[in-house]
């Protein structure tokens, strides 16, 4: 049975960085987790709430494997994505990529692998396969879950089959790298204006800075949203916090995309939009961890004044994150 050797099964923070980490090391190509979150434009805002909800959802990014094919579209890669209702051919798929000298990615419902820490369903995790055994497959993950790690084929199957919000049909994915492939340098400019535009347009009140402005009206709510706020307020947070995003609702992650940006790149090193847009980012990763504080307390204390002060904190948040996206959406422009 195969398995690939010379994997560099480096983890990350955030699932499908970490996936694209290892498919693209394995071609030469070594970049940060910040550089693929960002060239991929990951990042984003939703708040999400309907009636067969149990409690409202916030996300930080974009939704799962946009960011795959955003990096993939940027900088000219061959992303072949293999989706299917039968689970043999799924795994014939996965089996092909393997033989073929190359990790696969997998998108799956991380609540029936065996090693993952948290039981709770979610059908937009990813993770790459390198190899597997008659019982087992080998994974990369994040690092909050393990790195390299193992699960059953069992659960694996499970996993790929599960249905439901995010989830795909059994989909697997490799990316190749083509001859002539531009510089990532020469990509950021693009890739930080289409964020930006997407963050400041959206097409729904919901999601981008309009969105944040919804959520700071909505929190003040919260304690009469749930029947155990003890419960579901403290693990809202949490899900901010931990959910293997390294906190802040994946802003710590393009604060240091955006420095990087700002140290590696000749050409944006003195860019006064770069700069506006990396202080503010800075500035609203910190405020983010000051909301996911404030929602923990009002759960424990089940007082409503959190919630409000957790409010007014969401809506200077709307505004930080869209003056920064206006600076970023400008990028390059003093040059032309």
């Known amino acids: 049975m195969p398995t690939l050797t010379g994997i560099d099964t480096r983890p990350m923070q955030h699932c499908e960085t970490t996936t694209l980490g290892v498919l693209l090391r394995h071609q030469g190509i070594d970049l940060s987790e910040p550089m693929l979150f960002g060239l991929g434009a990951g990042l984003s ?3 999400w709430d309907s009636k067969n909800m149990g409690f409202p959802f916030l996300g930080g990014r974009v939704k799962p494997f946009e960011l795959t094919r955003n990096l993939a579209g940027t900088l000219g890669l061959e992303l072949d994505v293999r989706e299917t209702g039968s689970a043999r051919k799924g795994w014939a798929d996965v089996v092909a990529g393997v033989e073929s000298g190359r990790p696969v990615g997998l998108q799956l419902d991380s609540c029936h692998l065996d090693y993952f820490g948290a039981k709770v369903h979610f059908g937009g995790h990813v993770v790459a396969l390198y190899g597997y055994d008659s019982h087992s497959a080998y994974l990369v993950d994040t690092d909050q879950q393990g790195g390299a790690v193992s699960t059953g ?4 199957a499970r996993a790929r089959a599960a249905r439901g919000p995010m989830t795909a049909r059994h ?3 490799t990316l190749t790298v ?6 990532p340098q020469s990509r950021i400019v693009p890739a930080i204006t289409a964020c930006a535009d997407a963050f400041l347009h959206p097409p729904i009140a919901n999601l981008g800075h309009r969105g944040i402005e919804k959520a700071g009206t909505s929190v003040r709510t919260w304690l009469r949203r749930t029947d155990d706020p003890r419960r579901d307020l403290p693990q809202a947070a949490l899900l901010m916090e931990r959910a293997g995003t390294g906190g802040a609702l994946f802003r710590n992650l393009y604060r240091d995309f955006l420095a990087e940006c700002e140290r590696e790149c000749a050409q944006l090193s003195d860019d006064s939009h770069l700069r ?8 609203a990763a910190e ?3 000051e909301v996911a504080a404030l929602i923990t307390r009002a759960g424990e204390t089940c007082e409503e004044e ?4 957790a409010g007014s904190t ?3 948040l709307s505004r930080i994150e869209r003056e920064a996206m206006r600076a970023l959406s400008l990028l390059g422009s003093e040059r032309s």
């Not at 506006?276 to 500035?283: D, F, H, I, Q």
């Open 314 to 316: 969401l809506s200077e």
């Open 178 to 183: 083509p001859e002539g492939l531009p510089s």
């Open 153 to 156: 084929l069992d659960s694996l």
């Open 287 to 289: 405020r983010w961890t």
């Open 45 to 47: 805002f939703i708040y």
């Open 171 to 173: 989909r697997s994915f």
């Open 306 to 309: 959190y919630l409000v002060r």
């Open 276 to 283: 506006t847009g990396l202080r503010l980012y800075t500035e």
